[in-house]
């Protein structure tokens, strides 16, 4: 399967504990490719999913943080438009 997810990390002085967002982009990592600060796209299989999630719903502040993921069944049922440089040139070809 083909995902798409973004995180937006609450501003650290809002938070009362430290700052996840580096175990989030750590462990996203693992699995996606970073293709802005907090995008990342990639294939991935449904358990390595599942896994990802659990462990990104207990890192998570869920009162400030959020994280949205797109998820499709096939690459081939995206339309990738990139406006500028590419970060990700050599992944996608047409």
Do not use: C, W
């Not at 997810?5 to 700052?19: C, E, G, H, T, V």
């Not at 207990?58 to 590419?86: F, H, N, Q």
């Amino acid at each position: 399967m083909y995902i798409i997810l973004f995180y937006d990390i609450a501003d650290k002085s809002l938070r009362a504990k430290k700052d996840n967002s580096y175990k989030i982009r750590k462990e996203v990592e693992k699995y996606l490719t970073r293709v802005q600060f907090s995008v990342f796209e990639g294939e991935i299989s449904p358990s390595d999913l599942k896994r990802l999630k659990a462990h990104l719903n207990r890192v998570i502040d869920k009162d400030l943080d959020s994280i949205i993921i797109y998820e499709s069944t096939r690459l081939s049922y995206t339309k990738r438009v990139v406006m500028g440089v590419d970060k990700n040139d050599g992944i996608f070809t047409d």
